[in-house]
């Protein structure tokens, strides 16, 4: 997780966006030098890249998008598939190589000068940010709803999706209801749901009020999980396998899409 004052990305979104603005810059420079017409033709290759992307993940998780057309179009719930992207850039960096001689020389500078770029940045935000590994759980204060304390310990036998919400974050709560229906469609995981930041008795009225079942809705009212890992925005879900280990993240509302994506890498 990238954080630059109150604005978070994903580390992954924000690598990818600066390799992107890297590849236009690059490319209005051999523009400039060369006269190629580089930058008009990559805004179109990269909108379509980014388009297969999307389009590819959607065909693999269908079943779970055709319940809710509109959801295709919410390219905010992260569901994109990288390769099938990258592919499809690279094939028409090689053709059009290919197709035209003048252009080979400065299409190998734009992808060499790209790639080391993202390595670069890549190696920075890992450096910098680097996403949890494991959650040190003597420094959290649980609760239950009905006031005992809790350890994050007791779910370790079985993976653990585990969810960072509150009461007054819109993608919190418009991912709740997908997060219920998970919950009774796989009982070999174990959801958690920790509430920061907030009250037992304003989670129950918000629970009452959106007529939520959830099992394991904790407390975390010093948002001590959220500090632990470095976290800035909400909703944050992460997904542990049985030995505590951070094996997927997502910053930011999840469909019933890319949530069962994320559950297929947990498990």
């Given amino acids: 997780m990238v954080s ?7 580390s992954t979104v924000a690598v990818s966006f600066l390799s992107a603005i890297c590849m236009f ?6 523009d400039r030098r060369y006269q190629l017409g580089l930058e008009r033709w990559l805004w179109w290759i990269l909108l379509g890249a980014l388009g297969v ?5 959607v065909v693999q998780y269908w079943d779970d998008y055709k319940q809710n057309l509109w959801g295709v179009a919410n390219i905010r719930d992260g569901g994109f598939h990288l390769v099938a992207a990258l592919s499809v850039l690279l094939v028409a960096l090689a053709y059009q190589a290919y197709q035209h001689k003048p252009w080979r020389r400065a299409l190998a500078q734009l992808v060499g000068v790209s790639f080391v770029f993202s390595v670069f940045t890549a190696s920075l935000a890992a450096y910098f940010f680097p996403a949890p590994q494991q959650i040190n ?3 959290l204060r649980l609760t239950q709803l009905q006031g005992q304390p809790i350890d994050l310990d007791a779910f370790t ?3 653990l999706v585990l969810n960072l919400w509150a009461s007054w974050c819109p993608p919190c709560r418009a991912e709740m209801p997908i997060m ?4 009774k469609r796989h009982p070999d995981l174990h959801f958690v749901f920790v509430n920061q930041g907030e009250s037992i008795q304003v989670i129950t009225q918000f629970l009452q009020s959106q007529n939520l079942e959830l ?6 009212s010093q948002s001590t999980l959220l500090h632990s890992i470095q976290g800035r925005a909400l909703p944050t879900t992460l997904f542990i396998n049985t030995q505590g280990q951070v094996v997927d993240m997502r910053m930011g509302e999840l469909s019933q899409a890319s949530l069962a994506a994320h559950i297929k890498r947990l498990r």
């Fill in 4 to 10: 630059i004052g109150p604005l978070a990305l994903s």
């Fill in 25 to 30: 810059v690059v490319a209005a420079y051999l």
């Fill in 53 to 57: 992307g999307r389009l590819v993940f």
């Fill in 137 to 139: 759980t003597e420094t």
């Fill in 157 to 159: 036998d079985k993976p």
């Fill in 180 to 183: 219920a229906e998970a919950q």
């Fill in 215 to 220: 099992e394991h809705v904790l407390s975390d």
